[in-house]
């Protein structure tokens, strides 16, 4: 049974919108989740996610993250998209420590799903 699985990845231009979706287990539904990126050449890093719904700054006020919890799904609603934003996103459980957003926590890993923008 996959644990995290992601998608709604792809191709956008500048300035247009993805929605990420996660679905995950059922057992994942008392975990802290968010989303972490990471760039060719550049380490992951962590995007929006946590109990206090952390955000980058690099994408405060463009992406909002939500979660379904009778739908078992977290959500990642990128708009005003740029060049910049292109990475691999990853889904990312966690147990402890909810009110930060830091891969040194996470215990479970989706498959990651691409985003490519394009000016």
């Known amino acids: 049974q996959v644990q995290l699985e992601e998608s709604g990845g792809g191709s956008a231009q500048a300035g247009g919108s993805l929605r990420l979706s996660c679905a995950y287990a059922?057992?994942?539904?008392?975990?802290?989740m968010g989303w972490f990126r990471q760039a060719p050449g550049k380490e992951r890093e962590g995007v929006a996610g946590?109990?206090?719904?952390y955000y980058a700054d690099s994408v405060k006020g463009r992406f909002t993250i939500s979660r379904d919890g009778a739908k078992n799904t977290l959500y990642l609603l990128m708009n005003n998209l740029k060049p910049e934003d292109t990475a691999m996103y990853y889904c990312?459980?966690?147990?402890?420590?909810?009110?930060?957003?830091?891969?040194?926590?996470?215990?479970?890993w989706g498959q990651g799903t691409q985003v490519t923008v394009s000016t």
């Open positions: 990312a459980a966690w147990r402890d420590g909810c009110f930060v957003l830091t891969q040194a926590l996470v215990s479970r």
């Open positions: 059922r057992g994942y539904s008392a975990y802290c």
């Open positions: 946590g109990a206090g719904r």
